[in-house]
């Protein structure tokens, strides 16, 4: 007869059960990928993401794609759009990402007749200049003949042969440059820029030396000080100008006088 294999007995006289395979058996857990495929995993997003970055940046900076094809130019009147697209000095071809937008509108700005300038990129390929232009409030008598018209800064807009009718003449002790830069004059321009439509349609003329005073067109006189509290005095005048009086102080609105 064949002798039969006999399990081994333990020492407290058991039969002992043959050893099961465990998670340690080289086996891999339930539920968890293999390392080597989760780092190929991260390899594999990591080089991804370095290629749509790397994609991002060509197509605004070094493709053909991205770049300036048109300058758009809005809101001129005296200024025209060529003057307007050479000061921006931003030739076709340039990166729109390059766009200094604040540079351009300060070239534009250089322009006398522009008071400020906006600029806006217009995806995919252009970029947009809008023009607020200076507008004139009153004309200077130049000693050589004509007249030259400033803003409500003082600066000057532009020269004319003969005064505009819409324009009271500004009687300053200075001319030609340094109109900007006189205390009496920038006053006095604030002053009309301010003014309601109702009242600048009437000044025939604008004193710019001692409190700005307003000579109307209808012979009236009014002493209207400095270019603070506009919309006071102007509601203090239009009840005083119901009554029959010809001079308005109301350079120090609630004491105004009249005769």
Request: glycine fraction near 12%.
């Amino acid at each position: 007869m064949t002798d039969s294999p006999v399990a081994p007995r333990s020492e407290r006289g058991g039969t002992e059960a043959p050893p099961r395979p465990g998670k340690g058996a080289g086996q891999p857990a339930a539920g968890k990928a293999p390392v080597s495929i989760n780092k190929w995993k991260a390899g594999f997003f990591a080089l991804l993401v370095v290629a749509v970055i790397a994609g991002v940046a060509w197509a605004l900076v070094g493709s053909k794609l991205l770049v300036v094809r048109s300058v758009a130019v809005t809101g001129t009147r005296t200024v025209t759009k060529a003057e307007v697209s050479g000061a921006a000095d931003v030739p076709l071809g340039t990166p729109l990402s390059k766009v200094d937008q604040g540079a351009v509108a300060r070239r534009v700005e250089t322009i006398r007749q522009v008071a400020s300038a906006a600029v806006s990129k217009s995806w995919p390929d252009g970029l947009t200049i809008t023009v607020t232009e200076r507008v004139p409030v009153a004309a200077v008598r130049m000693a050589g003949g004509g007249y030259d018209l400033v803003d409500k800064t003082g600066v000057i807009v532009r020269w004319s042969r003969t005064r505009p009718a819409t324009l009271p003449r500004l009687q300053a002790a200075v001319s030609g440059g340094r109109l900007a830069g006189d205390p009496g004059v920038t006053t006095a321009t604030a002053v009309l820029g301010a003014a309601p439509r109702w009242l600048s349609s009437q000044v025939a003329a604008v004193s710019g030396s001692g409190p700005v005073t307003l000579r109307l067109r209808d012979g009236k006189t009014v002493v209207w000080g400095g270019a603070d509290r506009a919309s006071v005095k102007a509601r203090e005048l239009a009840i005083l100008m119901r009554g029959p009086a010809r001079y308005f102080d109301v350079s120090a609105p609630g004491t105004a006088i009249t005769r």
